[in-house]
């Protein structure tokens, strides 16, 4: 049984459609969502309706919550509001019941899936460093969660300590926790413009990051003819 764990998709179609063919490439068997699925990007329901057809696991992102619902965009900056507000109208009220119908934490198999954080998933608190990631561990009931939301890969391991640093593939050790951060297919921000997933590998017990090119040129010719900030499509080329 092999996962690939993908998050903050952010309704770009161009990175989401490589990293699924990637997928295939390494012989992935099952799928698994961490949310935002839509917001930023210029095409939030062709992704939408990708996830949804696929049929895989799914928890709910703070862009998931507020492109389904009405109310203002609390905490967002201007620029990810206007997408918010964007990325609504261009949903369906079918789209728009399924993000809100999504939980904030889910099992799969033997590995949890969270947006955020565990101990607080509603409230979308952001994890860079083994501080803010040794408070889900008190609330992790499986050896292995994997979050996003900060749309930067890095792992946090706990046995008598929590420690926590960047990493392309390692395997998983009995008796630890393990916090771990799969990056952002749709927009990375920690320098690297490639498109991020993980490929977990449950009966080998391997965790990986891989990083991929997409055709960055037309998501941001796409988010620049929908009218969206020319922020948004400036940073895919830097991944920030």
Same mark, same amino acid.
């Given at each position: 049984?092999?996962?690939?764990?993908?998050?903050?998709?952010?309704?770009?179609?161009?990175?989401?459609?490589?990293?699924?063919?990637?997928?295939?490439?390494?012989?992935?068997?099952?799928?698994?969502?961490?949310?935002?699925?839509?917001?930023?990007?210029?095409?939030?329901?062709?992704?939408?309706?990708?996830?949804?057809?696929?049929?895989?696991?799914?928890?709910?992102?703070?862009?998931?919550?507020?492109?389904?619902?009405?109310?203002?965009?609390?905490?967002?900056?201007?620029?990810? #509001?206007?997408? @918010?507000?964007?990325?609504?109208?261009?949903?369906?009220? !079918?789209? +728009?019941?399924?993000?809100? /119908?999504?939980?904030?934490?889910?099992?799969?198999?033997?590995?949890?899936?969270?947006?955020?954080?565990?101990?607080?998933?509603?409230?979308?608190?952001?994890?860079?460093?083994?501080?803010?990631?040794?408070?889900?561990?008190?609330?992790?009931?499986?050896?292995?969660?994997?979050?996003?939301?900060?749309?930067?890969?890095?792992?946090?391991?706990?046995?008598?300590?929590?420690?926590?640093?960047?990493?392309?593939?390692?395997?998983?050790?009995?008796?630890?926790?393990?916090?771990?951060?799969?990056?952002?297919?749709?927009?990375?921000?920690?320098?690297?413009?490639? #498109?991020?997933? @993980?490929?977990?590998?449950?009966?080998?017990?391997?965790? !990986?990051? +891989?990083?991929?090119?997409? /055709?960055?040129?037309?998501?941001?010719?796409?988010?620049?003819?929908?009218?969206?900030?020319?922020?948004?499509?400036?940073?895919?080329?830097?991944?920030?």
């Amino acid at each position: 049984m092999k996962f690939a764990i993908i998050a903050d998709i952010h309704g770009n179609l161009e990175a989401l459609q490589a990293v699924l063919e990637d997928a295939q490439k390494q012989g992935c068997t099952h799928y698994a969502c961490i949310g935002d699925v839509v917001g930023y990007g210029a095409n939030p329901r062709e992704c939408l309706q990708i996830i949804r057809s696929m049929g895989m696991p799914c928890v709910k992102g703070n862009h998931d919550e507020y492109c389904s619902i009405d109310e203002n965009a609390e905490g967002f900056n201007p620029l990810a #509001a206007e997408a @918010v507000m964007w990325t609504r109208q261009q949903l369906s009220e !079918e789209d +728009r019941q399924w993000l809100r /119908d999504l939980r904030y934490v889910r099992m799969v198999t033997n590995f949890t899936i969270v947006h955020a954080t565990l101990d607080a998933p509603q409230r979308w608190g952001y994890v860079f460093d083994k501080l803010a990631a040794a408070a889900s561990f008190p609330y992790q009931n499986t050896p292995v969660c994997f979050f996003g939301h900060t749309h930067v890969p890095v792992a946090f391991v706990r046995d008598s300590m929590v420690r926590g640093g960047t990493y392309s593939k390692f395997r998983i050790e009995p008796g630890k926790k393990y916090f771990i951060n799969v990056g952002a297919v749709g927009q990375p921000r920690d320098g690297n413009p490639k #498109a991020a997933y @993980v490929v977990y590998d449950v009966d080998e017990g391997t965790v !990986e990051l +891989r990083r991929l090119d997409y /055709d960055i040129a037309t998501a941001q010719k796409k988010i620049r003819a929908a009218g969206l900030p020319e922020r948004l499509a400036e940073r895919l080329a830097y991944g920030r």
